[in-house]
C-alpha cells in the first residue's frame, strides 16, 4: 500500500511504500498528552519502506527509548519512534487518506477517558457540518494555508489555497 | 463541578512542559471537530477543544503559532510539538483537551463537521482492546520507563526531572 502524508501546513512530507498490519489506537497518557488528544493513532512502516520526500520533522525524546516527531513550523504531530526499533510509526490523522487505514486495536487502556465509548453518539441535534457553519466554513474554505491531501512539487504552493 | 464557579481552575501544557497554562473559571465550551483542517494539524482524527469565557493565562512559554486560514490561529510548543490552541478571529482562545493536566473532567458536547467523520468514529466500541504491555517483558520495561514527559500538574521550574510519571 503505497500512502503519502504530512503536517498541516506542508513544510515536512513523507511517504510510505508499506505499513504494518497493526494500526492502532493508543490512549496512554504520553500520547494523549503528546498529540493534545485523547489518544494517538498509529501505523508502523519499516524504516526501509518509509521515506521524507519534503522538509524533515523536529523530534522530542518523550522517554528513553521514544522519539517523537512534529512539523517545527505548524506544529502537527508526526510520528512515534522507538529510537532502537527498525520502524516509524505514522500519526494517522496525517495522512493525505487517513481513510484508508482503519485502526485494528486500542492499547493504554488504562488510561483511556470515560467518555470515549460516546463520542460517536453525541449528541445529533448539536452536530454541525460545514456547511451550517455558513461564512465562517466558506471563508475558511477560501483562505486555508492548510497543505493539500497530495504531494506537490513545490511549496509553499498557491494550491494550497484551495 | 459545582464548586464556587470562581475558585474553578484548570491547568495544562504541552508534553515537555516548556508551555503551561491556566483557565480560570467554568469552562463554557467542550467539543470535538472532524474537519481535514482539525485532523491534519492534530494528525489525528478529530480535534477536542475547550474553552472558559476568558483567555487563558500563559504561566510557562508561550505556543508557537501557525495561520491555518485567514483569521483562524493555531498555537503549539514549539520544543515538542503539541497542539494546544485553536483561535478565530477575536473569539476566545480554545484549548486542546488532551493537553489539559486532568483531561477526564472535561466531556465534550458538541460535533463539529459530522460529515467528515473518519469511518473509525463508528465503531469505536468494536477496537480489540490490549493493556499498553502485552508481556511480562514489555510490562517490565514499562516499570522502568524514564519518561520525560512533564508531570499533570504546575512545577516551580522546568525543566523538571520527574522521571517515570507516565
Known sequence: MELSGGCQCGAVR???TAIQDNAHICHCRMCQKASGNYFAPLVGVAMADFRWTRGAPGTFRSSEP??????????????????????????????????????LRQYGNEARLPFFDDLPHLDGRSSRTEDDMGDLGVLIRRTTHQHPDHDTSIWPTKESHE | MAQNAKAEVHTGGCQCGAVRFRLQGPLVHASI????????????????????????VWTRGKPAIFRSSERAERGFCPQC????????GDEVTALAIGAFDHPNE?????????????????????????????????????????????????????????????
Not at chain 1, 80 to 97: A, F, K, P, T, W
Not at chain 2, 119 to 144: M, Q, V
Request: glycine letters at 8%; charged letters at 20%; one cysteine or more.
Open chain 1, 66 to 103: 521514544v522519539e517523537r516527531g512534529f512539523c517545527r513550523d505548524c506544529g502537527t504531530p508526526l510520528y512515534y519512534r522507538n529510537v532502537q526499533g527498525g520502524h516509524i510509526s505514522i500519526m494517522l490523522g496525517s495522512l493525505d487518506e487517513p481513510a484508508r487505514v482503519p485502526p
Open chain 1, 14 to 16: 513523507y511517504r510510505a
Open chain 2, 33 to 56: 471537530c472532524n474537519c481535514r483542517m482539525c485532523q491534519k494539524a492534530f494528525g489525528n482524527f478529530f480535534a477536542p477543544f475547550a474553552n472558559a469565557a476568558t483567555e487563558p
Open chain 2, 106 to 166: 472535561i466531556v465534550p458536547t458538541i460535533e463539529f463537521a459530522h460529515e467528515n467523520r473518519h469511518p473509525f468514529l463508528n465503531h469505536i466500541a468494536d477496537l480489540k482492546a490490549e493493556p499498553l504491555g502485552l508481556t511480562d517483558e514489555e510490562r517490565d520495561i514499562l516499570a522502568i520507563l524514564k519518561s520525560f514527559q512533564h508531570p499533570d500538574r504546575d512545577t516551580d521550574t522546568w525543566p523538571v526531572n520527574n522521571g517515570g510519571e507516565l
Open chain 2, 81 to 88: 510539538g503539541t497542539p494546544l490552541t485553536y483561535r478565530w
